[in-house]
């Protein structure tokens, strides 16, 4: 990690594994200005990216994200994270196959942040923390939502008693892809719905309902209270055998409170794209009620309704910061920006998202699907690392 007296901030370096649509969104998040959301504290330096298919693939990606011409291209994911220069590698691979790519990076001694989910069992996070923490790593579940200034502010107006005692949270996060002939718009190889990519409504969307369920009444928790959650499912499963729609009631026993989880890719949260049929998340207490605008992964207002309001409703609007010079901030700069400050820090694992509870999240996860009888292959759902499995060579 580089920081000089010539330059102020803390710098880390990244690379960047996979080149596919999120890799893209991540990647300009992280070129852009820090001080364009306000931040003075750290900065991002991307290194090089990679893709398993070809280096010309990753050329074109490095063209696509306007890299500086410094950024190198790796035909591989084993050359990206033998690179001496990177600090950290952002795993941007398909559900499928973020354990092996995971435990490639932290096995060559890269610190991780890997996309959601963060894997296909809760075994195999298991397997990733014990690994992280045995080499003395840092290692981080990138549910980008976590670590939005409006996730901060809602955890923070839960712990202040804002809304009481917190009894009842219910997350919705549903795409309408419906398209009328039994069938989803998604091709059945496409990684929402293909189990060979772990694809599925739960692994892909329902993360963040449980998101938000574990934020309001888990997260808030002081760390002794923390209990895992009694759970109830019911799964749609699509012609695929992935999940197509998951219905998770969660029971909190020992705090008498109840999550309710839900996601589908068969009907919408948000039917016509106007939050008309109201919050995707409502967070109940005993004194008021949080009420959080959807879609649940990127959510740009929250509103606060109190029984001594008399009827008065607190809107609370938080938009995404762009940096006009690169005409571009999606939201996921704020993720970076809390890796980089760990690392500052020494630390191995967010505050914002503990290993235990991406773990915690991954067992009701596993449930659900068994309660469903969701089941994915033994290559994505091995948790014995190889190096050379396809996952991590691209020889599909
Ligand atoms: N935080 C967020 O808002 C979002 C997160 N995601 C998460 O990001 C991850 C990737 O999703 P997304 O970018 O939409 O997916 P894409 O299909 O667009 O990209 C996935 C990339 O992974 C690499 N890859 C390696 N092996 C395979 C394979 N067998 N099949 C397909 N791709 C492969 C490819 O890059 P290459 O071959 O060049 O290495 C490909 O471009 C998922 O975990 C998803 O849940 C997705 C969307 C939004
Ligand atoms: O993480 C995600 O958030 C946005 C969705 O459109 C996408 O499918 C999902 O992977």
Redesign the pocket.
Same mark, same amino acid.
């Given at each position: 990690m580089a920081s000089s007296s010539s330059t102020p901030l803390f710098t880390v370096r990244w690379g960047i594994?996979?080149?596919? #649509?999120?890799?893209e969104?991540f990647t300009k998040d992280l070129l852009t200005n820090p001080a364009s959301r306000g931040v003075d504290d750290v900065r991002h330096e991307l290194i090089a990216a /990679?893709?398993?298919?070809s280096k010309q693939? /990753?050329d074109g990606?490095l063209a696509k994200v306007k890299a500086p011409s410094s950024a190198k291209a790796y035909g591989s994911?084993h050359e990206l994270v033998a690179d001496p220069d990177i600090d950290i590698v952002y795993v /941007?691979?398909?559900?499928?196959?973020?354990f092996q790519n995971a435990m490639l990076a932290l096995d060559a001694g890269k610190n991780v942040l890997c996309?959601?989910?963060l894997t296909v069992t809760a075994a195999q996070t298991h397997k990733l923390v014990a690994t992280a923490r045995a080499k003395n790593l840092f290692f981080m579940e /990138?549910v #980008?939502t976590r670590y939005f200034p409006l996730s901060i502010q809602v955890r923070k107006l839960i712990q202040d008693g804002a809304i009481g005692t917190v009894y009842r949270a219910i997350a919705d996060l549903s795409l309408g892809n419906d398209i009328g002939d039994g069938n989803l718009s998604f091709a059945d190889s496409h990684?929402m719905v293909n189990p060979d =990519?772990a694809g599925g409504a739960l =692994?892909?969307l329902g993360i963040y309902s449980l998101t938000w369920v574990f934020q309001a009444l888990y997260h808030v928790q002081p760390e002794e209270e923390k209990e895992a959650p009694d759970v109830l499912a019911a799964v749609t499963k699509y012609h695929t055998g992935a999940d197509e729609s998951t219905s998770i009631i969660l029971q909190f026993p020992k705090h008498k409170t109840t999550g309710i989880a839900l996601t589908s890719l068969r009907i919408a949260t948000d039917v016509d794209g106007h939050n008309t049929a109201g919050p995707a998340i409502r967070i109940q207490g005993s004194a008021g009620e949080i009420q959080v605008m959807g879609p649940a992964?990127?959510p740009l207002q929250y509103r606060v309704v109190t029984k001594s309001g008399g009827g008065k409703v607190d809107v609370v609007d938080c938009p995404i910061p762009r940096d006009d010079a690169r005409d571009w901030g999606h939201g996921?700069f704020w993720e970076a920006d809390e890796a980089a400050r760990c690392l500052h820090d020494g630390k191995r694992e967010s505050a914002s998202l503990p290993w235990s509870e991406s773990i915690a999240i991954m067992e009701v996860m596993d449930e659900a699907l068994k309660q469903g009888g969701v089941t994915y292959s033994d290559l994505i759902t091995t948790d014995i690392y190889d190096p050379q499995s396809p996952?991590n060579t691209?020889k599909?």
């Open positions: 594994m996979a080149t596919g #649509w999120i890799a969104t /990679a893709s398993s298919s693939t /990753a990606f994911y /941007a691979t398909p559900h499928s196959h973020h996309e959601k989910s /990138a #980008w990684r =990519l =692994l892909d992964y990127r996921m996952l691209g599909r």
